[in-house]
């Protein structure tokens, strides 16, 4: 094979390669300056003010209501709802976490607390009780469980046994006492007329 | 049932008998009331002739003699316990068997207990100091009355165990 090398093409390249590597570092070196310098603003006295004005300002009024208004809300909703951003936050082990630690936290802790210890807590349970109490005592499906139970065999028998408990009761403190009834009987008829009860003889 | 080899039985004194008797009248009384209660409405309904009417009343008071009869009858010649006596637990007994006493005994009791009653009701008293506890109708009848244990209710059978149920 025979080759042909043109005259100044390597002198040509090493200027190309001399020009890549000059533009790099000067890209390099700029960004690094530039990421200096936001650096340097943002550590600056001076930077927190600046946010905050322009945050109060009407134009950055103006601009979110601008936002709002147009179609950004919309878009944001439907990509929320595309790539399930609420679905993967619920999924995923992050909030789960937060919650853990918030829970945990003393601060949650004295919250529930005065949340619990609160007027409008006791209002609100009152009203749900009594709402609930209500919509129970309407609801034909409780009556028919509460005859359902009233008439199960196990509420039967206990009442039976209850019944008949008390009435066997009764029963054998009447008949104790009539029988001391029968015997003191005896013995004032026995002293009356100097005889022997019954009680004492043979039998 | 009494068995008349085991232990002498102790016998029923005055107080018991009269309250037993006294449940028993309370229940004879109730029935017959209802029923007459209810004749009386029904017949109400109808115009009667005071003839027909004055029959009717001696048919109901022979009835109501009936029903009394036959209620002491049929109990004391069952197992010798009224309801007043179930109650009370006491027993009316043959006095020389001690079993339950035969249809016509029973009969003859209850024929024979108005004479305890006549005197003043000296023949009841006589329970005070007779040995066995006996009014005057029962030493005429041959009968005595005795103390029995009270019978319990039988518990519900779905709740006893298998080996409860089965026969000994």
């Not at chain 2, 009835?63 to 007043?84: E, I, K, M, R």
């Not at chain 2, 029973?106 to 040995?131: E, Q, T």
């Amino acid at each position: 094979m025979f080759t042909t090398r043109i005259p100044g093409s390597g002198a040509w390249q090493l200027a190309r390669r001399v020009e890549r590597g000059t533009r790099r570092r000067v890209i390099d070196r700029g960004a690094r300056a530039t990421l200096a310098g936001i650096d340097l603003v943002l550590a600056s006295p001076y930077a927190e003010e600046a946010v905050q004005r322009v945050i109060d300002s009407a134009l950055a009024e103006r601009a979110v209501a601008r936002a709002l208004s147009g179609q950004l809300v919309e878009v944001v909703g439907a990509d929320l709802v595309r790539y399930r951003v609420v679905e993967r936050m619920f999924e995923g082990p992050a909030l789960e976490r937060i919650v853990e630690q918030a829970l945990e936290s003393p601060g949650a802790a004295r919250m529930l607390t005065r949340v619990v210890e609160s007027s409008v807590v006791e209002d609100a349970t009152t009203r749900t009780v009594e709402d609930i109490i209500d919509r129970l005592r309407q609801s034909p499906a409780l009556w028919a469980l509460v005859d359902e139970v009233a008439q199960s065999p196990a509420v039967l028998d206990a009442i039976a046994q209850q019944s008949a408990g008390l009435a066997d009761q009764v029963g054998d403190e009447l008949r104790e006492r009539s029988r001391h009834a029968d015997d003191r009987l005896e013995h004032a008829a026995w002293r009356l007329f100097h005889r022997r009860s019954a009680g004492q003889l043979p039998t | 049932m009494i068995d008349a080899g085991s232990a002498p039985p102790s016998y029923a004194g005055l107080a018991t008998r009269t309250l037993a008797f006294a449940i028993d009248a309370a229940v004879i009384n109730v029935v017959a009331w209802f029923v007459g209660v209810v004749c009386a409405l029904a017949l109400s309904l109808l115009s009667l002739p005071k003839e027909v009417l004055t029959v009717l009343t001696a048919v109901a008071a022979f009835v109501a003699l009936l029903w009394t009869f036959s209620y002491f009858v049929f109990f004391w010649s069952g197992n010798g316990q009224t309801p007043g006596d179930r109650m009370m637990g006491i027993t009316v007994r043959n006095a020389t068997t001690l079993t339950p006493l035969t249809a016509r005994r029973a009969a003859l009791r209850l024929v024979l207990l108005p004479l305890s009653a006549i005197p003043l009701c000296a023949g009841f008293l006589m329970i005070l100091f007779d040995g066995r506890r006996r009014a005057l109708h029962d030493r005429l009848a041959r009968t005595v009355v005795i103390y029995v244990p009270a019978t319990r209710r039988r518990r519900p059978a779905a709740r006893q165990a298998p080996e409860e149920l089965a026969p000994v």
